[in-house]
Structure formats: C-alpha cells, structure tokens
C-alpha cells in the first residue's frame, strides 16, 4: 500500500491552491497521467470549497482534514470537517437543460464531485463529516 497524503486545510478559500498543489505533486510521484491528476484535484476542490462555504456559518477558525491515498488502481480521497452535518449527496441533481435563469442556486459542485469520480460516500461520525470518494486510474503520463 503507497503511504496516502495527510493535509490539514484551514477553512479559508485562498488555502485551497497550496492544497492542490500537493495533491499534484503526490499524482505526479506516483507517474499518474495528468488528466486524471486533474479531475481529481477539480473534485477535491469542489468538496473543499463547498466545505468551506456552508460549513461554518458561525465563523471561527477550522482544520479540514484530507487524506488521498493510491491503492488498488484508484485514488482515494477522504474530506472531513467539524462544521455542520449535512450530507452533500442528498442533494438532488441539477436540471442542466432548464433556462439558466430558472435553475436553482447551487448543488454544481456536488454534480461535479459525482461525475468526475466513481464512488462518492457521507457519513456522519461524532461530531464530524466525513465524505470519501474515489477515482479509478488513468494511463500514466
């Protein structure tokens, strides 16, 4: 089993950046192919922006816990947060041939996170959130 990547990001949106960084560094040391690096990191920052956003409605400072991991011909992803429960996957899928200005606000990112990756799974555990997901791999290069 490859040793995962641990990440602990701060609730603020301008400390998602460094985060992708990592995960680009980890995809590239592990010869996986830049497309997949991408699409990856795109749902990562999906989850990590929508934590950040709806999370914490009274403010204050939090860690969100990351931990991507390689193993089994997939990348694995694991986000958690002590912000409110909420499990995203409720959400219902948008309407993306309505007008856009009979659409409703939000529920993008999460359409995202689900089309990008192949599994995607919430649990509340204590007082934390804990989504996971996962992507099979692509050819490396």
Do not use: W
Not at 45 to 63: C, D, K
Not at 127 to 132: E, G, M, W
């Amino acid at each position: 089993m490859d040793d995962p990547l641990t990440l602990k990001v701060a609730n603020d949106l301008a400390a998602i950046p460094q985060a992708a960084a990592e995960v680009e560094v980890f995809c590239a040391t592990r010869a996986l192919s830049s497309r997949t690096a991408h699409r990856f990191n795109l749902a990562l920052e999906e989850v990590l922006a929508n934590v950040i956003a709806y999370a914490f409605p009274a403010g204050g400072r939090h860690e969100i816990d990351v931990r991507i991991a390689h193993r089994d011909g997939r990348l694995h992803a694991t986000v958690s947060d002590d912000g409110v429960a909420f499990n995203p996957l409720t959400r219902p899928t948008p309407d993306l041939r309505a007008p856009i200005e009979q659409r409703q606000v939000g529920g993008l990112g999460i359409h995202l996170l689900r089309t990008l990756t192949d599994t995607a799974d919430y649990r509340r555990d204590g007082d934390r959130n804990v989504l996971t997901f996962s992507m099979r791999l692509g050819k490396p290069g």
